[in-house]
């Protein structure tokens, strides 16, 4: 299983994912519970490999990260420019709005919630078709 991490300064998006692509779990967390987060996911699932977006505050929260980690888990740095704006697509995909939302073109619409969640699934898929690509 792969853990992808959106790090923010104020919150954080986490997602697991299988082997099967399957999404095991998906969440938009404060960032001062995003490690203890991350560790409980760690005991509750297989992870192998945390992958973890490479832009806002990426190296601090990598130094702060590792220590916590299990020395057998692996981290990797993903890139994840215009990952916000995939997200926002993503979003409609997974959860098709309803009513008089459905009206409104989509690239006008703005998801009724936080998708740095949205935003660590799409860093996992980014990395999944980097490995693919390099074999």
Same mark, same amino acid.
């Given at each position: 299983m792969i853990l992808g991490f959106d790090?923010?300064?104020?919150?954080?998006?986490i997602a697991v994912m299988g082997s099967d692509r399957k999404i /095991?779990?998906?969440?938009?967390v404060v960032?001062?519970?995003a490690i203890a987060t991350i560790v409980k996911l760690c005991q509750q699932f297989p992870?192998?490999?945390?992958?973890?977006?490479?832009?806002t505050t990426a190296k601090s929260w990598k130094a702060n990260i590792e220590p916590n980690l299990p020395p057998s888990l692996k981290l990797v740095m993903v890139d994840e420019r /215009?990952?916000?704006l995939e997200a926002r697509d993503r979003y409609w995909q997974m959860y098709p709005p309803q009513g008089i939302t459905r009206l409104?073109?989509?690239g006008m619409r703005l998801p009724p919630r936080p998708i740095d969640d949205i935003v660590a699934i799409l860093l996992?898929?980014?990395?999944?078709a980097r490995v693919r690509l390099s074999k």
């Open positions: 790090p923010g300064k104020d919150k954080c998006g /095991n779990y998906h969440q938009v960032s001062s519970v992870i192998e490999l945390l992958v973890m977006g490479d832009r /215009n990952s916000s409104i073109p989509q996992i898929e980014r990395y999944l």
